[in-house]
């Protein structure tokens, strides 16, 4: 019997002996990081694939459990990391899968062993965090599901998972010189968005209730571009799970003629919410509960649409389908339809509403440090590029996590980042691009105490330009205490919900508006803080967060074979 086996037969006999049925499981995967040929949108390219899977595998655990993957990097020229999104990472913070913060990248041929506990049952999902990885493919889903008999506070029959991407036919690599280019070259907008990674390019599923010049898709069925069919029974009621690793796009759900009632979001229990369509922005993820209660021997429309931006990708669509009536009948109705992409009334709305669960944990009622964040589109000589706070984020060749743990002063800038903005400055207008710099410095935060994250938007360089942003916050969820328009003032604070504001790990910042966050620095480390859109991150736009670092256990070697860390560790060797 092998020593993993061993281990859970004696958890599971004490568990037995102490009355308890809960008993965690070590799950085991090898995996192989490899470009292959694909066709996410009945286009053929190149992917990122993983064991030869695009997306990558699916894993599933449950709360508690310790995941152990052997990733080997099978690219020819380049390095690879993966980051385990939503999932904090406490006691492992060399876990987190951050190229330059937490790690050094796995090297063509290396192998990374990472070993992380899932601590909390919820949707979540892994990508790529080097370069623009993400965007070449490398992404898959990651469920959590609740300690075996605990019980969630929700009932359903069957369940499903959406992860939703976006995919250019120019490659990551291409895109990443045109972002870096002067002048810069803008990407675009993505040709496709896919649903668990397929979808359809010049033609769709819907082709027969649209004006446009879209043919008919004609798909056998086996296609990789073929949709996936959810198969359904009446009179049930289903848990759809949804993430989005998109790369750009800001996205709205809707199944046709159903209700969704939102339940989970990010790995937290909410107040259920009834909605028609749902906005979801990238690095969010959701569970919605919905009722096969309409006809019958009708089939329905799932649609992806696009918000925040002026659509030029089609609707991705799949269809939900009524047992017992014929997968290949399409629905007789036509998609729904989303809100505007410009309506931004409707998505404040819908984020206001969101809410914790009764009985969630709450926030505390004063915060001991403030942090605002200005979110601009700066000129840096004659470069574009995202600052904040007129600091464009430059990574350093040695990982945070190793240089601050082991006190090498001179791995990243050490002059503090600043943490507001001048008293003077109009949102409304274009950045001023006086004294926008490059840095690396790090925000370090007194090891627990409660930090307020202010997020402030502003125009982008070309006038009466706001994009939206949704911010992530790796090793910890915070509690969204609200949103507001202009410049956030002081007087605010009034206006901050610490009744029942839901914890997220993920939160978006409106045009010309303020988000305002909150979150205990507990988990020893050193985390990123950044736009969640790739291009953004890529040009600069996100911060850094270290605390508690001297907590921090042994760090793998592994992790820190490059830089100052690197250099060290072979003196270490040689003495």
């Known amino acids: 019997m092998g020593s993993a086996s061993a281990s859970f037969l004696l958890c599971c006999i004490l568990a037995i002996f102490f009355h308890s049925v809960f008993c965690a499981k070590s799950r085991h995967f090898k995996w192989e990081v490899e470009y292959m040929h694909w066709a996410p949108d009945c286009v053929e390219a190149v992917v990122m694939g993983i064991n030869g899977e695009f997306p990558g595998p699916t894993i599933r655990a449950r709360a508690g459990d310790t995941i152990h993957i052997e990733l080997t990097n099978k690219l020819p020229t380049e390095g690879v990391v993966i980051h385990w999104h939503g999932i904090r990472q406490i006691g492992t913070p060399w876990a987190d899968g951050t190229a330059s ?22 949707t979540y999902f892994y990508h790529g965090h080097y370069g623009m990885q993400r965007s070449a493919g490398l992404y898959g889903s990651l469920i959590v599901e609740g300690a075996e008999g605990e019980k969630e506070p929700f009932h359903y029959d069957g369940e499903f998972n959406l992860l939703l991407s976006d995919w250019w036919h120019k490659s990551s690599h291409e895109q990443e010189v045109d972002l870096s280019s002067n002048p810069m070259r803008w990407i675009g907008e993505p040709q496709t968005l896919l649903i668990n990674g397929r979808g359809q390019y010049n033609c769709s599923l819907a082709a027969h209730f649209s004006n446009s010049s879209s043919s008919q898709c004609k798909l056998r069925g086996n296609e990789q571009c073929a949709p996936n069919i959810l198969h359904v029974l009446p009179n049930k009621t289903y848990r759809l799970r949804i993430a989005s690793s998109t790369a750009l796009a800001s996205l709205n759900l809707a199944i046709g003629n159903h209700k969704m009632t939102l339940v989970e979001a990010d790995g937290n229990y909410l107040e259920p919410y009834s909605v028609s369509n749902m906005d979801i922005y990238s690095g969010e993820s959701y569970s919605v509960l919905f009722t096969t209660d309409q006809e019958h021997s009708n089939n329905y429309w799932i649609s992806v649409s696009v918000r925040g931006r002026e659509p030029k990708t089609p609707q991705a669509l799949i269809i939900l389908n009524y047992i017992p009536t014929s997968a290949s009948k399409l629905p007789n109705l036509p998609p729904p339809v989303a809100p505007l992409w410009n309506d931004y009334d409707y998505s404040r709305s819908f984020s206001s509403k969101i809410l914790a669960l009764k009985g969630s944990p709450k ?62 400055y109009d949102v409304s207008k274009p950045a001023p691009n006086k004294n926008s710099t490059y840095g690396s410095g790090a925000y370090m935060l007194d090891f627990n105490t409660t930090i307020d994250v202010i997020l402030q938007n502003a125009n982008a360089l070309k006038a009466n330009v706001s994009e939206i942003h949704p911010w992530h916050l790796h090793g910890h969820d915070f509690w969204v205490l609200g949103y507001g328009e202009g410049r956030f003032t002081e007087k605010e604070e009034t206006k901050f919900n610490l009744k029942n504001p839901p914890l997220r790990n993920t939160a978006v910042i409106f045009p010309y508006g303020w988000t305002a966050l909150r979150f205990v620095a507990d988990n020893p480390g050193v985390w990123a803080f950044h736009c969640h859109i790739e291009p953004h991150l890529h040009m600069g736009m996100g911060v850094i967060f270290a605390e508690g670092v001297h907590h921090v256990k042994k760090i793998p070697n592994e992790a820190l074979a490059c830089g100052l860390t690197g250099k060290m560790l072979m003196n270490s060797v040689h003495k």
């Open 363 to 424: 926030p505390p009622k004063k915060y001991e440090r403030r942090i605002i964040l200005l979110n601009t589109q700066n000129l840096i000589d004659g470069y574009t590029k995202w600052a904040i706070n007129n600091v464009s984020l430059v990574l350093p060749a040695t990982p945070y996590l190793g240089s601050i743990r082991y006190g090498l002063n001179n791995a990243f800038d050490h002059k503090r980042p600043p943490e507001n903005f001048g008293p003077n």
């Open 101 to 122: 913060i937490s790690q050094c990248a796995i090297n063509p041929g290396e192998t990374f062993l990472y070993r992380f506990k899932v601590d909390k049952a919820g």
